[in-house]
Nanobody
Framework: QVQLAESGGGLAQAGGSLRLSCAAS????????MGWYRQAPGNQRELVATITNSGRTNYVDSVKGRFTISRDNAKNTVYLQMNSLKPEDTAVYYC????????????WGQGTQVTVST
């Protein structure tokens, strides 16, 4: 059974930092592509960052230079370091996984709330 468990969300002030973690089980973690999505109230879920099994990363324009996605295959964990947070980063953040051949992310975590105050 695949499980993705996010942690590290919470309340931060604008300009502050948070680090999200996502621990995976039930998949061959090192083989999978991993992603972070977010969904703010009234908005569609949007892709924030992805990392391939070889470590290549990609980001949505709104977080480039502020967020960093990374992975530790020995710990079956993917991270999202979020710096210079803005109120518009407030959302529920979801971890997702897919095999390299997948066209969409198949596995999802329950999400963790990030709230950025002014």
């Amino acid at each position: 059974q695949v499980q993705l468990a996010e942690s590290g969300g919470g309340l931060a002030q604008a300009g502050g930092s948070l680090r999200l973690s996502c621990a995976a089980s039930g998949i061959i973690f090192s083989y999978n592509y991993m992603g972070w999505y977010r969904q703010a109230p009234g908005n569609q879920r949007e892709l924030v960052a992805t990392i391939t099994n070889s470590g290549r990363t990609n980001y949505v324009d709104s977080v480039k230079g502020r967020f960093t996605i990374s992975r530790d295959n020995a710990k079956n964990t993917v991270y999202l370091q979020m710096n210079s947070l803005k109120p518009e980063d407030t959302a529920v953040y979801y971890c997702a996984a897919k095999p390299p051949w997948g066209t969409s992310y198949d596995y999802w975590g329950q999400g963790t709330q990030v709230t950025v105050s002014t």
